[in-house]
Structure formats: structure tokens, C-alpha cells
């Protein structure tokens, strides 16, 4: 394991309205947040947190890119150079009938490639156990987890959260990454935020 | 909240500068094309241009402004609340329905009954009865069937529609809506939406496009034509909304609506302009696979064979490069769709690019190589635009532009895509 174990104070809210002030205040105070976990998506939660925009999209334009170049040239070095085939008397680079398998192909890699690239930036595969640091956080709690380094006092993170609202606070000690390594989340700091 | 949008001097302007432009070329196109002139096929060139023109900006127009009160109908199925915020806008696109609907249905009348047999072949008698093909379609492509058909369509159009309208603006008078009233007027309104869609789909989506635009070619059917027409209409709808919204918004009008609602928008054109896409490409793929005489003259005409280029080669290709690729490579980014800019750019471009489509879905039947793309076109193109400019600002200045007491109001507000 590549990660290293690393502390976590881990403070859990029952209320969304309690957490986005929390996480700003929290980002404000100078505290790096590790991960916020839901039960469900919550819109902007994303933006409240810094996190910068996910860049899974252009990875899937470029996989859906292979994709076509693929399957056109593929089927074009089959059809004209390799075995060429008089099908229905069409001429060979017959372009209309390959539109919808260029289609399919262009969705397939896309589709695949993303799936596979959202596992790895979420630490997640087969046999990988990970580590949860509530299990309510499935159900119905939302679970502010806040790094620690060397420098950090927990002591006094754990009365930060306790003021900032959290139900249940604890401290934690975690194994953060797997076997490629890790994918750090990039975020902003709050100084670098409009209006700050 | 309460002030009323004034129109701005410049789009008065506008509009009666592209009415006055598009008066100018109908009568230019009146004088010198002899629109009475006898109406063999290919006898009297001007005289076909003259009403083809016309049926291709008149139906093209009077769909589009139709698509924006689907676009209300689906979304108040659908329990789309985002639409709330600029509700007011496809209103009163949808407001012109009925103008164009007149002038449509008096075009589609002095085709039919002035004996155009250059732009409805079916008109011709003698080669319907010797015509094994079109005596099979005798019972419904017939001038009896077609103007009452016709009729019933834009009537129903122009009433359910008003309908919609009418339980909108009624509900600015009455003052916040408690619960069961609310939940009993979006029962109400979503009761008029399904009957409007129902007619919609018997009409937009299968018999209208076959009367008007699919009969040129009397010979030829495709199962996808209706759906093709609809895409194409549909696509320009929603850009025309979002045109609407944007300028709109420059004058400092509907204050709730956001980035988000220009967000979803652009998702409207860039996926209708795929499925636009696609039923472009089933219809021609399919054909071009079977490979049968009579299909294939549709194609034929348009783009010709592979020994020689049909006359209208570069318009059909054109036509998939503007309103496929270009949304396709343009509207994919998320910034894109929520760029001002690129989104009022994107909309123009769309609207054209399907005026274009319906320039090749009318004219290869009608006037064959003969077309052109001159001061009339774009003049008679211009008139249709002004009338839309005109009816729609008529809606905006009369009513307020937030429907304001709309259960989904909120939900509209805070929408976050």
C-alpha cells in the first residue's frame, strides 16, 4: 500500500442546512477537508467544498475519439486493402453502412474508458478495501472528514466541529490510498475564492 | 416585479424593417414572377418559385413558432419546473401561431385550389388516373381531405394553445396559489397539455409534414419524414426561446433566470440537433442500403449520382455540416452551453441551417435545378421572421413577463443543473 496511514477527525451532521456553513467555515479556519460523504448527491456541495471541476469529461471525449478513428479505420483497411468484398454490389468504403458500428464503437470506448477512469480517480477495484469512516454515511448522515498533518491539534478541530454543529465527532486513523497511488484532490484554498 | 417590459426602439425597428424588406420582395416577387401563370410542371419557372418560396417559409415558420407550445406542453407533462423563469417567453413565441396559421392556410389554399400541380404533383388529374402510384394515395392526398385536414389542424392548434396561454395569464390575477388550488391547476394545465400533444402527434409528428412537404414529392414516402420535419422544427424552437431569453436578459428582464436555465437550453438544441442527426442519417442510410428506384429519387434529385452531381450537392451537405457538426463540436463543452455568446451564435445558426433544410425539402421537387437563393428568398425569409418578431414583442410588452404565481416558480429559482 502506497498511501501511509494518516489521522482523520471526522465529524458527522444530520442536516444540509448545518453542513454548507460548516464546510465554509471549516475551509475558512484553514483546515484541509479530506472528503464530505453523502448519503445522496448534493447539489454544489462540490462548489462549497473547492473542489476543481472533474476533467472525466474530456477524458471520455478523447476515449469516444479513439473510438471512431478505431472502428473507421479498422473497417476501412478491412474493406479496401485487406479483404475486399463486392457486398450488394456498394462500393467498397461503403462510409453510410459503418456510421451506426462506428457509432456503437465511439460509445463503447467512451463508455468503458469512463467507467474506468471513474474508478481509479475514486480509489476504487476489485478486492480494494476501503475505509469507511461512517457507516451512516450510506444512510442518513453527512460525514466531514478533515486531514490532519504533524502540525494539526485534533483537540482543537474537534471543538471547531462541535461549534460548527456536528452530531458525533470522533478521530480516525486510515489507510488513504492503493496500489497505483493516490489521487490527490485538488482544492482551492479559500483565500483563492471570490469575495474572500 | 410589477413593471411591464417596454420594446425597445431598436427592436420596433427591426421588426418593421424586416416586415417592410420582406413586403418589398413579395411584391417584387408578385409583379415579375406572374404567381397565376398556367402551373405545368417546369413550364413557368418564376411562377413555381413564387409559391414554393412561400410554402417553404410559411410552414417552416408556423412549425417553429408551434414547437415552442410543445416545448411548454412536454415540460408541464414532464413536471418541469425550470421552464417557470422564462415560461412567458414560449408563450409568446407561441403566440404567432395563429397569424402564421392564416397565412399558411390561405398559401396551402391557393396552391391547392389554383391548381399548382408544379408544386403538389398529386393536383394534376389526368396523371393521377393514369398513375397506378398516386391512385392508390387518391383518398388521402385529395384538395377535399387536404384543406379540411389542414384546416382542423391549425384550428386546433391555435386553440389548445390559447388555452395553455389563457390559464397561465389567468393565474396572474388571482394572487399566490395555496396548495389544493395549485395542484388543481397544474392538473388542469397538464390535462390541456396531453389533449395539445395528442393533436401534435397526429399532426406535427405523422399527417402534417406527409400533406404539406412530403406530397411534392408524391411518389416518394419515408416512414421517418414526419419525425425528420419535427426534429428539424423542434430544434429550431428551442433555439428561438433561448434567442428570445438571451436578449431578453441583455435588457435587464426575467431576473431569476440563470447560467443554469441557458444550461439546459443549450442541452435542448445540442441533443434535438443529434436526433435531428439521426433521423437524417436513418432515412438516407436506409435508402441508399435498399437501393430501390423509386426510393433513391429523392436522393437523386438532391445530391444526384456518383457519375453526376445532383443540383443540390453543396446545400445538402452544407445543411448536415450546420446543424450537426457544427452543434455537435461547438455545443458538447459545458462552457458552450452556458456562454451567452456562443449559445445566441449557436441558436442563429440553427434556426438558419433547418430554413435551409426546408429550402432542400421543398425546392428538388419543385423547381429541380432551376432553384435559386436570391433577393426573394431571403426577403420572403425575412417577411416570416418579422412577423414573429412582431407578434411575439405584441405578448411580451402586453402581459407580465414572470408568471409569478406559478406553483413551480420556485423550483425554477433555485434550479441547478
Avoid at chain 2, 414560449?90 to 399548382?116: H, K, N, Q
Avoid at chain 2, 435545378?369 to 411575439?392: C, D, K, N, R
Amino acid at each position: 500500500m502506497a498511501g501511509g496511514i494518516k489521522k482523520f477527525v471526522v465529524g458527522s451532521f444530520d442536516d444540509e442546512k448545518v453542513l454548507f456553513p460548516a464546510v465554509k467555515n471549516v475551509r475558512k479556519a484553514g483546515y484541509k477537508i479530506h472528503d464530505v460523504y453523502t448519503p445522496f448527491p448534493v447539489h454544489g456541495l462540490d462548489h462549497a467544498m473547492g473542489i476543481r471541476e472533474t476533467s472525466l469529461h474530456t477524458a471520455g471525449f478523447i476515449y469516444a475519439i479513439t473510438g471512431t478513428t478505431t472502428a473507421l479505420t479498422f473497417m476501412s483497411w478491412v474493406f479496401t486493402k485487406d479483404w475486399p468484398l463486392n457486398i450488394g454490389g456498394k462500393p467498397n468504403f461503403a462510409l453510410p453502412a459503418w456510421i451506426p458500428i462506428t457509432f456503437e464503437l465511439t460509445v463503447l470506448f467512451s463508455a468503458v474508458g469512463m467507467v474506468l477512469t471513474f474508478c481509479y480517480l475514486c480509489n476504487l477495484a476489485p478486492f480494494v478495501k476501503k475505509h469507511h469512516f461512517h457507516p451512516r454515511a450510506t444512510d442518513d448522515l453527512f460525514v466531514m472528514v478533515i486531514e490532519c498533518t504533524d502540525k494539526t491539534n485534533d483537540a482543537e478541530v474537534q471543538s471547531f466541529l462541535q461549534t460548527a454543529g456536528a452530531q458525533e465527532i470522533n478521530v480516525q486513523e486510515a489507510e488513504t490510498g492503493w496500489w497505483i497511488g493516490r489521487y490527490h484532490k485538488e482544492q482551492k484554498l479559500y483565500k483563492e475564492e471570490k469575495g474572500y | 416585479m410589477d413593471h411591464q417590459f417596454q420594446l425597445p426602439g431598436s427592436y420596433k425597428k427591426w421588426t418593421y424593417g424586416l416586415i417592410g424588406a420582406g413586403v418589398i420582395a413579395l411584391l417584387y416577387g408578385f409583379i415579375m414572377f406572374h404567381p397565376f401563370a398556367h402551373a405545368g410542371h417546369g413550364e413557368n419557372v418564376n411562377s413555381t418559385r413564387f409559391w414554393a418560396v412561400l410554402l417553404q417559409n410559411s410552414v417552416f415558420f408556423l412549425l417553429v413558432v408551434n414547437a415552442a407550445m410543445f416545448f411548454i406542453c412536454v415540460t408541464t407533462m414532464a413536471m418541469g419546473g425550470w421552464v417557470v423563469a422564462f415560461r412567458r417567453v414560449s408563450e409568446a413565441i407561441s403566440s404567432v401561431v395563429p397569424i402564421l396559421g392564416v397565412i399558411t392556410f390561405v398559401i396551402l389554399m391557393a396552391i391547392v385550389f389554383g391548381d399548382r400541380t408544379d408544386i403538389y404533383h398529386w393536383l394534376d388529374k389526368e396523371a393521377v388516373a393514369n398513375d397506378h402510384i398516386l391512385n392508390g394515395k387518391k383518398g388521402f392526398l385529395n384538395p377535399m381531405f387536404f384543406s379540411i385536414w389542414s384546416f382542423i389542424t391549425i384550428f386546433l392548434w391555435w386553440f389548445l394553445g390559447k388555452k395553455m396561454r389563457s390559464m397561465s395569464l389567468e393565474s396572474d390575477k388571482q394572487g399566490t396559489m395555496d396548495y389544493e388550488t395549485g395542484k388543481k391547476w397544474i392538473w388542469n394545465n397538464t390535462v390541456w397539455a396531453s389533449l395539445y400533444s395528442i393533436v401534435f402527434t397526429l399532426t406535427v409528428a405523422s399527417t402534417i409534414p406527409w400533406l404539406w412537404l412530403m406530397s411534392i414529392d408524391a411518389h416518394w414516402y419515408s416512414t421517418m419524414y414526419s419525425w425528420y420535419t419535427f426534429a428539424s422544427t423542434f430544434v429550431s424552437g428551442v433555439s428561438l426561446i433561448a434567442l428570445y431569453v438571451i436578449y431578453l436578459k441583455n435588457r435587464g428582464q426575467l431576473e431569476y433566470v440563470t447560467e443554469e436555465h441557458l444550461h439546459d437550453l443549450g442541452k435542448f438544441m445540442f441533443a434535438f440537433s443529434i436526433f435531428w442527426t439521426y433521423l437524417w442519417f436513418s432515412q438516407y442510410m436506409l435508402i441508399w442500403y435498399s437501393n430501390q428506384p423509386e426510393e433513391t429519387k429523392y436522393f437523386v434529385e438532391r445530391i444526384g449520382t456518383a457519375t453526376k452531381a445532383g443540383p443540390y450537392k453543396g446545400i445538402f451537405f452544407f445543411n448536415l455540416i450546420i446543424n450537426f457538426l457544427c452543434p455537435l463540436l461547438i455545443l458538447m463543452k459545458k462552457g458552450t452551453k452556458r456562454n451567452w455568446t456562443m449559445v445566441t451564435v449557436m441558436a442563429v445558426l440553427i434556426i438558419f441551417g433547418h430554413w435551409v433544410d426546408f429550402f432542400q425539402m421543398v425546392m428538388p421537387g419543385t423547381l429541380h435545378e432551376h432553384y435559386s437563393l436570391g433577393f426573394y428568398e431571403f426577403g420572403i425569409g425575412a417577411l416570416f421572421v418579422g412577423l414573429i418578431m412582431w407578434g411575439t414583442g405584441r405578448y411580451l410588452s402586453k402581459h407580465s413577463l414572470l408568471a409569478r404565481n406559478h406553483p413551480f416558480l420556485k423550483e425554477s429559482m433555485i434550479h441547478h443543473t
